[in-house]
């Protein structure tokens, strides 16, 4: 999986996310914001997958933050997701009553 990133994924952020790149998101590992921004933009799409790439999120602190970031930056490849599991179960749904017709 991964994420489409547009020429500036910076541009995905609303301006209060775009403050402080250079400085800790995650205090207790010394991870910069900058660092989980180019983990979600290289495509970690949960905080698992972040915290594996950078091992921010080990505590407790800054897993919200990451989560916001992840929303932000990884919207279209969420809005895709949520479109093909729609599908998937209409297609499963309108199977499942074609076979108990049959």
Known sequence: ????PPENPLDKLPPILK??????LCVCN???KIDIINAITQGATTVEEVRRQTYATMGSGCKQQVKRLIECLC?????????LILRLY???????NFLQKV
């Open 90 to 96: 209409i297609i499963s749904t309108d199977r499942s």
């Open 30 to 32: 010394e991870v910069l």
């Open 75 to 83: 919207e279209k490849w969420c809005q895709r997701t949520s479109f």
């Open 19 to 24: 403050k402080n790149l250079r400085r800790n």
């Open 1 to 4: 999986m991964s994420v489409d």
